[in-house]
């Protein structure tokens, strides 16, 4: 359902006005110019055109993980001592720790539109702020898997807005997952924020509704490269980290398999921090509606990424971000062993299947009171399948409007 059918299913149906939803600028790919004739990468297809089924074949994976890694000792430590630190807080309620994450994600929301900004002016500051900010999602993450259940927003007044802040969370969960080390996963978190800085010079191709050209998808491409050449013009940028900064950057839309852009790079000449939050920004752009196409369930978009590995994206990252996530992301829509309808709030770490949902609907279809229930506590309750906005329709139109609304965040 596109959003201004939504905006009338709503009118006639219940809650709060929702905003009118922007344009999404589209990272195209093309070649370098003297090279073949732009092809869009996979999950840029996907982007640009309503989502098709999955390919059904199971692909080996071509290559290991190859995410930032500890050494061999180093990591059972490192593997160890994550366990510790991301154990889930004892005993706190869903809702005290969705409000913490709130707070959290508004700051998020607020950071990426001031960097977006800023990255216009002739010079900046927001290194050390950002570094402060990603030092603090990532304490918030540790304790608080709610933040990743706020990754499901969208912000419709501002789409960069929207997707750089989860974006950032994202590959921050991913990061951490990693076993990265402080300084490692700040400069995660800043080029991250940086990503798509270079969208905001193309905001009247991003900005348009339908289909791009050829032509205009080759020039969409020039984002990565005015990316990484901002960062010059932040100031407070680390002089020891700038050069990766830049290569981190511009290499974000570069593919394991060589179909990315600008270089055409191949899986090792991609720097891992680059792979990470390319799949990241995959990940989001996938499961995000669009003015011009509907979003595909987090639970497809996962999929989809799962079964690229070894082709677009390098099996490493693919993993941290099965991991951050689960099965199951938030925002997806499930039926319960117990007949129930039901949305994932947010993953329970370690367990790939078993995430704290809200029940929506009784077995008979009528609604439910939306009570919560964390399925690592109901071993007997499982989740049977996943399904569509569409099959929600089916079964209450009513809560599935309700549901589509509440993808859009409000500022309050
Ligand atoms: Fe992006």
Redesign the pocket.
Request: hydrophobic share 15%.
């Given at each position: 359902m596109r959003f201004s059918e939504l905006k009338k299913l709503k009118e006639t149906s219940a809650p709060p006005p929702a905003r009118k939803s922007p344009p999404e600028p589209v990272?195209f790919p093309a070649p370098p110019a003297e090279q073949k004739p732009p092809e869009p990468l996979r999950e840029e297809r996907a982007e640009a055109r309503k989502p098709e089924p999955a390919p059904p074949e199971i692909r080996p994976a071509k290559a290991p993980p190859a995410p930032p890694q500890a050494a061999p000792r180093e990591q059972s430590r490192a593997s160890e001592r994550r366990a510790q630190e991301r154990k889930a807080p004892a005993g706190k309620p869903y809702r005290e720790l969705e409000t913490e994450a709130r707070e959290i994600y508004a700051r998020l929301l607020r950071h990426s539109a001031q960097y977006l900004k800023a990255s216009e002016e002739p010079y900046t500051e927001k290194y050390e702020t950002t570094l402060a900010l990603a030092s603090a999602t990532a304490a918030s993450l540790k304790e608080n898997p709610a933040l990743l259940g706020l990754t499901a927003y969208s912000t419709a007044d501002d789409y960069l807005r929207g997707?750089t802040a989860n974006?950032f969370a994202l590959v921050l969960a991913m990061g951490l997952e990693a076993g990265l080390e402080r300084q490692e996963l700040g400069l995660l978190g800043f080029c991250a924020m940086a990503?798509?800085a270079g969208m905001t010079g193309f905001s009247s191709l991003y900005n348009t509704p339908g289909r791009l050209g050829d032509s205009e998808m080759a020039e969409m491409t020039l984002h990565a490269e005015a990316g990484a050449a901002k960062l010059d013009r932040v100031l407070d940028l680390d002089y020891k980290v700038k050069d990766r900064a830049r290569r981190v950057v511009l290499q974000v839309h570069e593919r394991d398999d060589g179909s990315g852009y600008p270089d055409r790079l191949s899986s090792e000449e991609i720097d891992p921090l680059a792979q990470m939050i390319g799949i990241a920004?995959a990940y989001e752009?996938m499961s995000h509606p669009r003015p011009w196409r509907d979003e595909m369930p987090p639970h497809e978009a996962v999929k989809e990424l799962i079964e690229k590995e070894g082709r677009g994206f390098n099996s490493g990252p693919v993993k941290l971000l099965l991991a951050s996530l689960s099965m199951f992301p938030p925002g997806s829509l499930v039926v319960l062993s117990t007949g129930e309808t039901a949305r994932v709030l947010m993953p329970n770490r370690g367990l790939l299947t078993r995430p704290v949902v809200e029940i929506l609907l009784h077995p008979d279809h009528s609604p439910a009171e939306g009570r919560l229930t964390d399925l690592k506590e109901h071993p007997l309750v499982s989740v049977e399948r996943a399904i569509t906005p569409a099959e929600l329709r089916e079964r209450n139109q009513k809560c599935a409007a309700r549901m589509e609304l509440a993808r859009w965040w409000t500022d309050w």
């Open positions: 990272p997707h974006t990503h798509d920004d752009a």
